[in-house]
Structures are given as structure tokens and as C-alpha cells.
């Protein structure tokens, strides 16, 4: 779904269920999201099931940024990522990170 007709369905989505209703929703999902690492963790779910959730975030964060504004938000993103850019500095990564490909191979570790 391209990024205009995936706007046009949060407009509906907001305009049918009401802005409190999607706040209350993107709590939910992010309480789920929250679970679901927890479980990932544990080995008690699989790769799919979190990238589930992180997906249901994604998409009421997206509707919340048309809620507040897309603009304020980016603003902040911009300002946090310079932060962050200056806390992580030369650092040239290390295990932490994984990428795709190693995701997919915790999970044949792990499954
Ligand atoms: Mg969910």
C-alpha cells in the first residue's frame, strides 16, 4: 500500500473511530509490543509475532502522527536523532545490532 492511500485509510479510521479511540488504541498495541519482547526474549514466541506487534505500532504511531502533527513530530525526531547521533559518535556498531539476516537466524536458533 503506498504511503498516500495508507494516509487516506488513517484519515477514515480516525474520522470513523474518533481520535480518543486511536489514543487508546496505540496504548494497547504498545502494551502488547512491551508483552511480546518480553516473550521474544523468553523464547515463548516467534520472530513473527513480534515483527506482528511492531507492526500494530507502527501503524496507530503513523495515525498519531496525523492526530498531533506530522510536522512537531518530525521536528522531535530530528532533534532526538542528532542527540543520539552525538551519544553514539564514532562507535562503528558491534553484535547489538541485528540486522535482518542475523534476526532470521536467532530465530532458527531459537524456533
Ligand atoms: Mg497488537
New binding site residues.
Partial sequence: MNKQTRTDLYKRAIELWGSVSQYRQLQ??CA??IAAINQFDRGRISLDELA??VA??EIMIEQARLMLSDRAVDLCKERKLHRLEKEVGGHSGSDEYLGEEALCDKEEVTA
Fill in positions: 494497547e498495541e502488547e509490543l506482528e506487534e500494530d505500532v
